[in-house]
Nanobody, 125 residues
Framework: VQLQAFGGGLVQAGGSLSLSCAAS????????MGWFRQAPGKEREFVAA????????YSADSVKGRFTISRDNAKNTVSLQMNSLSPEDTAVYYC???????????????????WGQGTLVTVSS
């Protein structure tokens, strides 16, 4: 499956931004979807994940209550609504797809099979 993330940009601290990821090539509903981010000089980290049906979500503690992941299987898209942004959220954000699975949503990047190219989010103080 091919993934393309978009929606990044420059936003002031306290502001909001919505990222989207468009999927093509294979049946979107066969995949759990996730968002990861990588800040300059840091390891890539898990942000949020959503199950193939959209019925289950999980977010990293650092973004809980501020970021919301959602998906639209009819449109082959997954979104990340980011509110109350802080400079610590500055990073390149990646969407990723993992073959759907039973049990807990994948939070490790190694569990994801396909990756988008990333979109840069910069939060100014």
């Amino acid at each position: 499956v091919q993934l393309q993330a978009f929606g990044g940009g420059l936003v002031q601290a306290g502001g909001s931004l919505s990222l989207s990821c468009a999927a093509s090539g294979r049946t979107f509903s066969n995949y759990d979807m996730g968002w990861f981010r990588q800040a300059p000089g840091k390891e890539r980290e898990f942000v949020a994940a959503i199950s193939w049906s959209g019925g289950s979500t999980y977010s990293a503690d650092s973004v809980k209550g501020r970021f919301t992941i959602s998906r639209d299987n009819a449109k082959n898209t997954v979104s990340l609504q980011m509110n109350s942004l802080s400079p610590e959220d500055t990073a390149v954000y990646y969407c990723a797809a993992a073959f759907r699975r039973l049990g807990l949503l994948a939070t490790n990047s190694a569990q994801y099979n396909y990756w988008g190219q990333g979109t840069l989010v910069t939060v100014s103080s």
